[in-house]
């Protein structure tokens, strides 16, 4: 009953009763392999390599994996959320050709804010759900250390007074809509929920823990491209901190408001990198050999209030479980991005979810958030996870700033 309900997705369905053709039926979709850099600490090991360069290198990482021809790829998306390049605006394209496609290979680039890298994959997903596809490098980049100080009135000229420079990176982690920066959206959030300034102390201390124990039991390196520098090479996350203490996490001040919850040390770490995986159709991966690592069924955007945006989650994962016919109980798993560790408690504590089924490998809060890579790290973590855990169902979800959540479902194969 349970594999009726999942195996012919609603999207295929639908669109064929609109009367448009449909070349891969319901045939299952999978997520078959992924790599992705290591996060860059801010200003370190990675600043100078550009959201293209990081996103090519986590592609040729999963074309190698795979030993698939560059040519079989239909379709190359790309989550990026601040152009930090000029050449960033045709980042999908230049992956695709530095990748080794063929000219004729069309890519394009996204922008859900920190859902990027979801959205990615859904959109993946629903090309290939209504035949335009049967496989696509779904991937996500961002170097948040190359975000500029932009200058206005330089190209025109100024009559009177001084150009106007503003920090991109500050200003873009403000919502102009709702006149609040993203910080304050968790507080908003963690005093809704109760959430104290200890729980966020000890959420982001163990999601610390959990990372370097992810490395120390070989967890990670699996699904990391080690980047070679003109220096060496970096070859695992740079923000996590391998010994922290409670101590340490209280000596640090609120960065938002006078005894807030959101520190340095609760919030995501501001991090480069970039994460890529290949979505294919059931038939692609039975005609190319492929062993994939986890079915992805369905995904699901939604839109909250945007002065607690880090709600978003909530709905799209109940929403998502509606989509589906599933209960929260049959969920083994779930990655939910830790924008910050007062924003993931609130949407632990409405989900009544337990902390030993979230981010068991660690979160944002200790690995970093490389906004547009996240969706696609915290996805490919989760299939890895499935296969690693012998679990049967996950989903990966995502807050997102403006106030919207979104959220993938996987299924163990």
Known sequence: MFASKISAPAAVARIASRGYATQ???????????????????????????????????????????????ARIDHVIVGNVINT????????????????MPLETPAYNLNRLCGSGIQAIGDALTQIEIGRAQAVIAAGTENMSNVPHLTYGARFGT?????????MLLDALTDKFANLPMGITAEKLGAKYNVTRLECDEFSMQSHEKAAKA??????????????????????????????SLADMAKLKPSFQKDGLVTPGSASG???????????SEEFCQRHGLTP?????????????????G?????????????????FSDIDLFEINEAFAAQ??????????????????????????????????????????????????????????????????????
């Open 24 to 70: 891969s039926g319901s045939g299952r979709v999978f997520l078959v392999s992924g790599k992705r850099t290591p996060f860059g600490k801010f200003g370190e090991s990675l600043r100078d390599q550009s959201p293209v360069d990081l996103a090519t290198h986590a592609t040729k990482a999963v074309l190698a994996d795979t030993k698939l021809d560059p």
């Open 85 to 100: 390049t000029t050449d960033t605006m045709y980042c999908a394209r230049h992956v695709a050709l530095r990748s080794g």
């Open 159 to 167: 009559k009177y007074g001084n150009l106007t420079s503003v920090d």
């Open 215 to 244: 490395y120390a039991d070989n967890n990670l390196q699996g699904e990391i491209a080690p980047v070679t520098l003109k220096k060496g090479e970096i070859s695992r996350d740079e923000h996590i901190r391998e010994k922290t």
């Open 270 to 280: 501001i991090v480069d990198g970039a994460a890529s995986v290949l979505i294919a």
């Open 293 to 309: 690592l986890a079915q992805v069924v369905d995904y699901v955007p939604v839109g909250v209030d945007p002065s607690i945006m």
């Open 311 to 327: 709600i978003g989650p909530v709905p799209a994962i109940r929403k998502l479980l509606e989509r589906t016919g599933l209960k």
């Open 344 to 413: 993931t408690i609130a949407c632990a504590k409405e989900l009544s979810l337990p902390m030993d089924r979230l981010n068991i490998w660690g979160g944002a809060t200790a690995i970093g958030h490389p906004l547009g890579a996240t969706g696609v790290r915290i996805t490919l973590t989760l299939a890895r996870q499935l296969q690693k855990k012998n679990a049967k169902l996950g989903i990966a979800s995502a807050c997102i700033g403006g106030g919207q959540g979104i959220a993938v479902l996987l299924k163990a194969v």
